[in-house]
Nanobody, 125 residues
Framework: QVQLVESGGGSVQAGGSLRLSCAAS????????WGWFRQAPGKKREGVAGIHSIGGNIYYADAVKGRFTISQDIAQNTLYLQMNNLKPEDTAVYYC??????????????????RGQGTQVTVSS
């Protein structure tokens, strides 16, 4: 059973940066997709970014391209989301997610079946 624990959320002014971390445990091989999605009050859940452990295929939602960077430290079993030039519309609870599967699945972040408990990101104008 994959377990995911997020950290690094907080409050920041527009234009600022935050880095989210996700500590992963309970998986036994590297054929996994890892990603982040977010949920804002009154809005649909949105897949933000995904990465595959083998080959490093990466997906970004259009809304975050050029501002967010997903990465992973395989040795530390940790997934990151570096968020730069944050905007008020980025305010949401951010969730780490994972799924066993190939690189072609990397963009299907909302279908990943393992999820963390979420961390709040608040961006003020």
């Amino acid at each position: 059973q994959v377990q995911l624990v997020e950290s690094g959320g907080g409050s920041v002014q527009a234009g600022g940066s935050l880095r989210l971390s996700c500590a992963a445990s309970g998986y036994s091989n590297s054929n996994y997709c890892w990603g982040w999605f977010r949920q804002a009050p009154g809005k649909k859940r949105e897949g933000v970014a995904g990465i595959h452990s083998i080959g490093g295929n990466i997906y970004y939602a259009d809304a975050v391209k050029g501002r967010f960077t997903i990465s992973q430290d395989i040795a530390q079993n940790t997934l990151y989301l570096q968020m730069n030039n944050l905007k008020p519309e980025d305010t949401a609870v951010y969730y780490c997610a994972a799924a066993y599967g190939g690189w072609s699945y990397v963009s299907h972040v909302l279908q990943y079946n393992y999820r963390g408990q979420g961390t709040q990101v608040t961006v003020s104008s």
